[in-house]
């Protein structure tokens, strides 16, 4: 019989030690010990299996080949996220910040069946709490079955009897088995609960969402070592303050990971929102300087989004530079190319940024909308919302073309913009463009700045 026993492993360099340690004397970072259970066995004698019950390395054209019925939930952008459905036997982590929604959408996805047969487990929440919740999402089924519990043990149990389609573990923190006797929440029981649940749904093909918790850095309660255990990693981001909510994939193991789905946070639950672009886009009665639209791609999905900036004089002696939602090293670089390549005094101005909807996008092919709109605050333009903007911009000032420019143009010309500004390498290459909308290129920033002052009688 093995022997257990614990040690203390550094998360960041692998160092081992008898004892838990603050600071790691391999690499000096402090606080990255964590416990682990290993079973001590002599290794020195190898011990082979009988011949018969050897697996054996085989060719890949001879691997068995499996025909994945994905499961439709009643959630489309929960199945486009996925990949078109949820593969049975499969583990996907649900990992947010607390408060963000992922309770709200799993009971969601569990309480709309329509011939799936679910179980949603609680560790948090109690069988009334989850009523409560459940009545004021207004729905209801008799083929989800609420099981508040958190010992792991009972829960297997409970999925070999009922055999559910699909399972939700709400959440992975609050899980306990008995076999490791650190307490819920710890990495030894995390990892150790995670382990025993993918044994038993790839065995059992039940579905499973495990929820898991992130702090704002990410990474003290756990979800960040389940990365490599689970199948999908589903990621649900936003600002608590705001309405919108992104689910985003970062890691799939039977599709790509570049969807998104996009979500609405409302009194009645999370409702998809199928067409992103109608929600970032204000619609203005009169025109209004420091407004610019930007067609941006995230992940494969283009939408058309409001940049909105304010160039001000400063107030102290040292100017604001503030951006929500747009990286502010980024917002650093292009405020540099305005003043070097144009000649733009923005020494002495405060300036802020800001995306529509609180959204976090980072796609280099925003940065012609940022400086148009920076440019459209500095010089008092009025841009109106017939022209939009997609590009990106080189340190020299050059405009260069934004990745999948096409689709971008597509969307705007179907959103019924008028006029899309792009690099002008794209002016050979693009292909199949809507004549419903004029494609105006530009090479460098300070024909940017022209064709803004130039037209703004057309605006
Ligand atoms: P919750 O799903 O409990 O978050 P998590 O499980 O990620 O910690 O959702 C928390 C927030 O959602 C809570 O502050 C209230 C809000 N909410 C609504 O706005 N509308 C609703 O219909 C529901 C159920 C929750
Ligand atoms: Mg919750």
């Given at each position: 019989m093995a022997k257990l026993q614990k040690k203390y492993f550094c998360n960041n360099c692998g160092a081992e030690a008898p004892k838990w340690l603050?600071?790691?004397?391999?690499?000096?970072?402090?606080?990255?010990f964590v416990e682990e259970i290993v079973s001590k066995e002599s290794k020195n004698n190898i011990r082979f299996a009988p011949e018969g019950e050897r697996n054996v390395p085989i060719p890949l054209s001879r691997v068995e080949k499996i025909d994945y019925k994905r499961v439709l939930l009643a959630n489309g952008e929960v199945n486009r996220v996925l990949g078109g459905g949820l593969v049975p036997g499969s583990l996907v982590l649900l990992g947010g910040?607390?408060?963000?929604?992922k309770s709200t959408l799993s009971l969601q996805i569990a309480l709309h069946t329509q011939g799936i047969k679910t179980l949603y487990v609680s560790g948090e929440e109690s069988a009334q709490q989850i009523r409560m919740r459940g009545e004021r999402l207004g729905i209801d089924s008799e083929e989800c079955l609420i099981y508040a519990e958190t010992r792991l043990e009972d829960i297997l149990n409970q999925m070999r009897q009922l055999t559910p389609d699909v399972v939700v573990i709400d959440?992975?923190?609050t899980m306990y088995t008995?076999?490791?006797?650190?307490?819920?929440?710890s990495v030894s029981q995390i990892r150790e609960c995670a382990s025993m649940l993918l044994k038993f749904v790839k065995e059992s093909g039940i579905s499973a969402f495990i929820i898991g918790h992130i702090t704002k850095d990410g990474v003290?309660?756990?979800p960040k070592i389940l990365e490599h255990i689970v199948d999908v990693v589903l990621q649900f981001e936003g600002d608590?303050?705001?309405?919108y909510r992104i689910l985003r994939c970062m890691k799939n193991r039977f599709g790509a990971t570049s969807e998104i789905g996009v979500f609405e946070m409302s009194g009645t639950g999370l409702r998809e929102v199928v067409n992103p672009s109608d929600i970032l886009l204000s619609h203005y009665d009169v025109p209004l300087s420091g407004v610019a639209v930007g067609a941006a791609i995230d992940g494969v999905r283009p939408f058309l989004i409001e940049t909105q900036a304010l160039v001000a004089n400063a107030t102290y002696s040292t100017p604001q530079r503030s951006a929500t939602g747009f990286d502010i090293k980024r917002l650093g670089m292009l405020l540099a190319v305005l003043e070097k390549?144009?000649?733009?005094?923005?020494?002495g101005k405060d300036i802020f940024l800001n995306f529509a909807g609180g959204f976090k996008i980072s796609d280099t092919g925003l940065d012609l909308a940022v400086v148009a709109s920076i440019l459209s605050s500095f010089f008092d333009i009025k841009l109106g919302d017939s022209v939009c903007f997609a590009g990106e911009i080189g340190l020299s000032g050059e405009i260069r073309p934004a990745a999948r420019s096409e689709q971008r143009i597509a969307e705007a010309a179907r959103l019924g913009f008028k006029r899309i500004v792009v690099s002008n390498y794209l002016k050979k290459s693009l292909?199949?463009?809507?004549?419903?909308i004029e494609v105006i290129y530009v090479s460098r920033i300070d024909e940017v700045a022209h064709y803004l002052t130039e037209n703004r009688q057309n605006y």
């Open positions: 603050g600071k790691c004397p391999e690499c000096e970072q402090w606080n990255t910040e607390p408060g963000i929604g959440s992975i923190q008995d076999s490791i006797d650190s307490s819920p929440g003290i309660a756990g608590s303050n705001n309405i390549r144009l000649g733009l005094k923005l020494f292909k199949n463009i809507s004549s419903d």
